[in-house]
């Protein structure tokens, strides 16, 4: 980088990212190259506001990410947050630190990523900064997000009576994540090995996951859902998060929660049950969430009309706070709520 | 760090830190603890978002910042930047990457330097992201802040005829820090040395650098002002960014740039002219800007009533494109565009 000023590098990687009539269009006034960005905020909204960081050697490694998953995935995280309070995103801010020897290239096909995602989203990127390091990049997503007055769909508003809802498979991230790890091959050689075509899902789910905005929107326009959280550390975490939070009890039921393919043939072949992935695996971003029993149906219903699924994988109850699984054999066993957490182990 | 996990940590820097009243009354509706933050926008306001990283080793050692320095600084260089656009600041996300190792104690106080800056300027900090990482600390800080429609101060707006002001002394904090490099001395022993007791200023100017938010917010309501920037590389480099994006020359007078007794005295003894500090030492986050001739007196009158001090220190003109010292001789001297940048040398 030691050719490449901070000026040039940020017009280099901003530079016909996103068009002026783009950024109008999403209500920025002034962009990127001001001390800050301006933008409008329709009157009378909610705004979210989050951000995620990734860092490398432990949000991600050579062997685990392409340079552009990188990119996409931290703002797709970010996103997620927005998702999980069936919010509409709008801005990103991008931080992007680095050491000085990172070739241009590299840094390049981050935020060809992040680009990629961001508009897959229309979230318009206002700003950012960028930074050397000593040590990885890091790379830090800031979002702003939307919402109308009193719309937000938080963690707390479980209710006795709901069902539990997810809108996707999970576990699919952490078996991507493993066999990649187990693979241990540099991300510029896997098009050459047949054998990393073999769980093309898995590989996706981990390093291009989805953030599901589309379904966090219809959650919160048809009115019925009441709690809602994005799965970033597994199932069994994210619905302890939602027991905890409105004081209640879950029961998730075993046979009710969707698996891949992929998922179900990979744990086979490694010995594994599936929900090893799916209870405390990280980083799928469905969203998981609760809405009242007599409205699931109907729910259901407007998820088939946009095309988008909806499982109904438990009910809340007041008969114990945390979270069970009631397996097959119509057995219940308790939910640990520790998911993937960076600070131990 | 490894016996702390995520959601105590989060807890334990936020924890009374800010009162759910302030918050309140800040716009919060959900702050801390749920996928995202949800804040009131004011109708017909507009929003101003920027976002400022400090790594380690780079923006701050062990022998240039104390551990709440460094919070402090981040905080105030992100809220800097919305003064700087002449906005009010309001909320706040902060991301933090650390080594697992790093001592907890270390990290609270960050946060209380922090939270020290956030409460002075009345900003809500509204969520955040810890991480672990492999190297050194770096700290992300994101601000929203607000202004009315068509009324931020940008870069692009200085005229002919009107004349460059600036709002303090600048040079000190580059001072401070060449001064801290050369004691070389860890900053848990400052207190035991007399000789660091020699430039308190020049290292408060470094360590804990003032945003200028009274004084931008003055400028805007002023309706005075034109182009606005606030000082992080240097004089000379930041009229040179309001020069090149209003298309415009601009004279700096010599004899008129203020300058501390301190810096003074401290260049003195280095055999060194104070403007090798001033005109591109980074980081005093003092604003520069331009405002019509004839407003002048009146926005000087404006700044004493309100116990603030506004220099004029040039003119703008359209002789020449740049950036141009007149020295006390009468010559004139143009200054190059650069100054401290990231990603060279």
């Given at each position: ?32 190259g ?36 990188i ?11 927005i ?33 990629e ?34 719309r937000?769909?938080?963690?707390s ?19 991507g ?6 693979k ?44 809602l ?29 969707p ?87």
């Amino acid at each position: 980088m030691s050719s490449v000023d901070e000026f040039t590098l940020i017009d280099l990687l901003n530079g016909g990212q996103q068009t002026i009539a783009f950024q109008r269009a999403g209500g920025v006034e002034t962009g990127i190259g001001d001390d800050a960005a301006v933008v409008r905020a329709s009157s009378d909204s909610r705004w979210i506001l989050t951000c995620d960081t990734m860092t490398e050697d432990i949000h991600f490694k050579r062997v685990t990410m392409r340079d552009a998953d990188i990119g996409y995935k931290a703002m797709a995280s970010a996103v997620s947050d927005i998702a999980a309070m069936g919010g509409t995103p709008r801005y990103a801010l991008v931080a992007l630190s680095m050491p000085k020897s990172t070739p241009v290239e590299q840094v390049r096909a981050m935020y060809d990523g992040l680009y990629e995602c961001a508009n897959r989203y229309r979230v318009v990127v206002a700003g950012g900064d960028t930074t050397s390091c000593i040590g990885g990049v890091t790379l830090t997503v800031t979002v702003i997000g939307e919402t109308e007055p009193d719309r937000a769909l938080l963690r707390s508003a479980a209710r006795l009576g709901d069902v539990v809802f997810i809108t996707g498979f999970t576990g699919d991230s952490a078996a991507g994540l493993e066999w990649l790890l187990g693979k241990n091959k540099p991300s510029e050689e896997w098009d050459d090995d047949p054998e990393l075509k073999q769980y093309p899902g898995l590989i996706q789910a981990h390093c291009r996951p989805e953030p599901q905005i589309q379904a966090g929107e219809l959650l919160r326009r048809s009115g019925f859902c009441h709690a809602l959280n994005d799965v970033s550390d597994g199932i069994a975490s994210e619905a302890w998060e939602i027991a905890a939070a409105s004081n209640i009890g879950i029961d998730l039921i075993e046979d009710r929660i969707p698996v891949s393919g992929e998922l179900l043939e990979y744990a086979s072949k490694q010995g594994k049950d599936p929900l090893d992935y799916m209870l405390y695996g990280g980083e799928d971003y469905q969203l998981i969430g609760t809405a009242p029993a007599e409205h699931a149906v109907e729910l259901q219903m407007k998820f088939k009309e946009a095309g988008l699924p909806l499982y109904l994988i438990g009910y809340v109850h007041g008969e114990h706070s945390g979270v069970r699984l009631v397996r097959s054999d119509g057995g219940a066993v308790s939910l640990a709520k520790r998911g993937y957490n960076h600070f131990t182990g």
